[in-house]
């Protein structure tokens, strides 16, 4: 069994699409998505930046970075975890969005926390 990283930031996401804010006949199609951070290492770390990937089923690649998340930088001990709700808009019924996050560990080590690559779909676009 392999022993988890003092700094490991295990990041599950959730979806959904927005229709009351999508307008599909103008090819704007408006997703939520809810991230969960979990501090699965052995230190406390901060998140301090984000870099995002977007891309629409035209091949369309938008890159999103900042501080923090929702105007937050959260620090996280050992076990605690952070959630947030944000949002994306594309051109097409469908996309995907990957990146990762820039931590920074009391001990002053920098880390990157990916994301997984996750689907932005309407309902019932993908079987």
């Not at 035209?58 to 890159?63: H, L, R, Y």
């Amino acid at each position: 069994m392999t022993e988890k990283s003092s700094y490991t930031i295990d990041v599950q996401v959730e979806t959904r699409f927005v229709p009351d804010q999508s307008k599909p006949g103008d090819n704007r199609y408006v997703f939520a998505y809810t991230v969960t951070l979990r501090n699965a290492g052995q230190m406390p770390a901060r998140l301090l930046t984000r870099r995002w990937m977007i891309t629409d089923a035209n091949g369309k690649v938008e890159e999103v970075t900042g501080e923090g998340v929702v105007g937050e930088q959260p620090w996280m001990r050992p076990g605690d975890d952070f959630e947030y709700t944000s949002g994306a808009v594309l051109e097409t019924p469908v996309g995907t969005m990957a990146g990762s996050y820039q931590m920074l560990a009391d001990d002053g080590t920098e880390f990157e926390a990916p994301i997984p690559t996750f689907t932005l779909s309407i309902p019932r676009t993908l079987h």
